[in-house]
């Protein structure tokens, strides 16, 4: 199917339309690439050994419910796994990093 030509009106309607979704969609973009960075200064800050979700917002600049969020959303979809306890807290290492004890590279049987 060939694409028509729009008249100046309609035009006009799809440049309005344009301007209008401009903003949010700019924020959403913006949105983007911060949780893009961010979630690749995690991975940077993991590369050097498991960390803790306070250590890991203190490294990257993230607030600690930020840091959260994306540790959380990361363990989620595959990216990092909880470690082992330190204190109160877990610590969270990369999946296929082998960690300073040896233990659990991704697909290692026990």
Do not use: H
Request: hydrophobic residues 35%.
């Amino acid at each position: 199917m060939a694409a028509r030509k729009l008249d100046p009106r309609q035009r006009q309607a799809l440049k309005e339309l344009c301007e209008r979704q401009g903003g949010p969609l700019q924020r959403r973009i913006e949105a983007n690439k911060e949780a893009t960075r961010a979630k690749k200064a995690i991975r940077t800050f993991l590369a050097g050994g498991p960390a803790t979700v306070p250590q890991i917002a203190a490294a990257t600049d993230l607030p600690e419910d930020g840091a959260l969020w994306f540790v959380t959303a990361m363990k989620k979809y595959g990216a990092i796994r909880e470690e082992d306890q330190d204190g109160d807290y877990v610590r969270y290492a990369l999946i296929g990093e082998e960690t300073p004890n040896g233990s659990g590279q991704k697909g290692e049987k026990s």
